[in-house]
């Protein structure tokens, strides 16, 4: 036998056409064995655990931080009586929450009302009643739309006392949460107690003692059965079913709650029928809830008491006597689409009047403390109290001739310049340039330091303009610099209160401020504010007694202002529109507001008399210059029966003075 293979041959195949054994060998298909696909994992566990973490988080939060009695507390902003001085009532502000009330007390018809109509299985569920759920839902979707709710009292208790108003899911479980909290640390009385000494009742009223305080004039334990039936009729919509707004429908809801009275057996058919529909008791006097005064000085009467049960009655500074005065004097301005405002204080800032418009009910908008105006030349009086500390006085002399500064040229008023005049005829007559020439003369610097220490908090431009009164104040604020220069010292804070009580001898000097030096500044001062208001640009205002103020008008005629004082009182006049327009050439504040400001004092001093405070010795009231009676020529007799006319004559030459 012959042995045929090679070294290139393997079991009788060529080497090159075995495999190589140093190759990877290909994996195989493995053929899998048909096994069931794996399960998506399930999410409801996640949702579970969630939702128990949720209820584990609010009954550790309501534990911890929930007090129980919350129902049974003041409202945080409880409601307000303004009065003025004398005890008359101004306005009524907010809402009013009288003590709790304890449902073992009541009538027993009382309690049950409210469960008949609110809550018919009140006494047998654990804070949610899946019944009355069902049954809203049904009635939802016949009606189309929302008209019952399934929540229990217990609920409605956890959403007023706990939760907000907002109607979502999330509130929604917390309330059910909390409900269930509520039933295991309470009894039923004591949750229905506190059910109805905290739900509201419309027109302001929270709690069953504040309602039938409210509506019926008694004590909630001394409410008849159609009373009870009514007050758990409003519950479901205090604003439309109060009984002062509409009083058939409230009624009507009142028969809807006897007739569930009777079928839940609290009371009998007969007895049903047989009562007679309730009627609110209506006060004679209706305080209206907001007027200018009231609505600048509520924020400061909240927060001079803390919160209690029933109205707070607030005394405030305002005098009822004069404020009558002063909205009479507004009413009658006969300023056709314009707006006025007035302010008036004592001279150590106590607000006694304050109109802000000429119509509330039209414009809540308080223009005496909330619109920041130019006030023109009455501002003048930090230009000249600053010249005044440099050294000046009324008897020195200013150029009144034109004067630029950086290309602006200030313009008198009248087109006039009268050359050398002293400060207090320059004062008197309001001379633009002079008064910029003194800011400058002084520096611009102390005329803003004076304005500061006056109590102008308005940020005050670097420029030679602010002289003239170009940058915006409040007439409040205004009014409250003039009442500095009246008392001696300053800054005069404006207040709706009476004077805090001291809480030390020198507790005054921790305030800051100080007071007028009497020779230097005070006395001079009140030479030329004398001198304006008698002499010049502010004569219309002149009263029998001394008067000092100044007149200002703003850049286009487009506020015109008088700012005074006269026995006790300072009393600022802004006159304006509201969108900003030219009031004419014919208004200035030496016109419209001038006797306006006349009229309100006039009346203003009969009543409150003319003694005001202590001016300093160096300042005296200038003996009054006799008026020159004109003689004339035509002999007397040819005069005799034209007594009226000349008396028509007088008048006329008074109007143009």
Request: glycine share 8%.
């Amino acid at each position: 036998m012959v042995d045929n293979e090679g070294i290139w041959s393997r079991g009788g195949s060529n080497v090159e056409d075995l495999p190589d054994p140093f190759a990877h060998e290909a994996p195989r298909p493995e053929i899998q064995p048909d096994v069931p696909a794996k399960p998506k994992r399930r999410r409801w566990p996640l949702v579970l655990y969630a939702i128990s973490a949720v209820i584990l988080v609010t009954l550790i939060w309501l534990i911890v931080t929930a007090p129980l009695s919350r129902a049974l507390e003041p409202l945080d902003d409880p409601a307000i009586l303004l009065v003025s001085q004398e005890g008359q009532p101004i306005a009524r502000r907010g809402a009013i929450k009288e003590a709790p009330v304890d449902v073992t007390k009541l009538n027993a018809v009382t309690p049950a009302a409210f469960v008949a109509i609110e809550d018919r299985r009140f006494y047998s569920h654990w804070g949610i009643d899946p019944r009355g759920i069902a049954r809203a839902m049904v009635a939802n979707a016949q009606a189309g739309g929302v008209r019952q709710g399934g929540s229990t009292i217990t609920q409605q208790l956890a959403k007023t006392s706990f939760l907000s108003s907002n109607r979502s899911m999330k509130r929604k479980a917390q309330e059910v949460i909390i409900a269930f909290w509520l039933e295991a640390w309470l009894t039923k009385d004591e949750i229905l107690s506190r059910y109805l000494s905290s739900v509201y009742f419309g027109d302001g009223v929270y709690g069953l003692r504040a309602a039938s305080e409210h509506y019926f004039g008694r004590a909630p334990e001394n409410l008849t059965l159609a009373q009870s039936a009514m007050l758990a009729g409003v519950v479901q919509a205090p604003s439309r079913l109060a009984p002062t707004r509409n009083l058939k429908l409230a009624q009507a809801r009142s028969e809807l709650v006897l007739n569930a009275m009777a079928d839940t057996g609290a009371i009998t058919h007969a007895r049903a029928n047989a009562a007679t529909p309730a009627r609110p008791v209506y006060q004679s006097s209706k305080i209206p809830t907001g007027t200018y005064f009231a609505d600048w000085v509520a924020p400061e009467a909240r927060d001079a008491f803390e919160s209690d049960f029933g109205e707070v009655k607030v005394r405030t500074t305002l005098d009822a006597d004069l404020q009558r005065i002063a909205v009479r004097t507004i009413a009658r301005s006969g300023i056709p689409d314009a707006q006025a405002a007035l302010v008036a204080m004592r001279p150590d800032g106590r607000v006694v009047a304050m109109v802000g418009g000429t119509s509330y009910a039209e414009s809540p908008f308080n223009r005496a403390t909330q619109s920041r105006r130019q006030p023109g030349s009455a501002f003048k009086l930090f230009v000249y109290l600053a010249a005044l500390r440099a050294g000046y006085t009324p008897d020195s002399i200013i150029e009144d001739r034109p004067i630029t500064i950086d290309g602006w040229t200030p313009a008198n008023s009248d087109g006039v310049y009268r050359g050398p005049i002293t400060l207090r005829e320059a004062f008197a007559r309001s001379s633009n340039a002079a008064t910029v020439r003194l800011s400058e003369s002084i520096g611009r610097p102390n005329v803003m330091r004076a304005a500061r220490e006056l109590g102008i908090t308005t940020q005050l431009p670097n420029s030679p303009s602010v002289a003239l009164g170009t940058a915006g104040v409040s007439l409040l604020e205004l009014t409250s610099a003039y009442a500095a220069v009246a008392s001696g010292r300053y800054p005069i804070r404006a207040r709706g209160l009476p004077d805090e009580v001291q809480e030390g001898r020198f507790s005054g000097l921790l305030k800051g401020g100080g007071r007028m030096d009497s020779r230097r500044d005070w006395a001079p001062m009140l030479d030329l504010l004398y001198a304006a208001a008698n002499n010049g640009t502010g004569r219309r205002a002149a009263l029998s007694v001394p008067t000092f103020g100044k007149t200002g008008t703003s850049q286009d005629n487009r506020d015109a202002l008088f700012v005074g004082f006269a026995g006790n009182l300072v009393v600022g006049v802004w006159v304006g529109r509201d969108d900003d327009k030219p009031l004419g050439r014919k208004v200035s504040g030496g016109t419209v507001p001038a006797q306006l400001w006349h009229n309100f004092m006039v009346s203003a001093i009969a009543v409150d008399g003319r003694a005001g405070p202590q001016l300093p010795s160096e300042f005296r009231v200038p003996a009054a210059k006799p008026r020159s009676e004109k003689q004339s020529p035509l002999p007397d007799e040819w005069s005799e029966g034209v007594e009226p006319l000349r008396e028509v004559l007088k008048e006329i030459e008074k109007l143009f003075q």
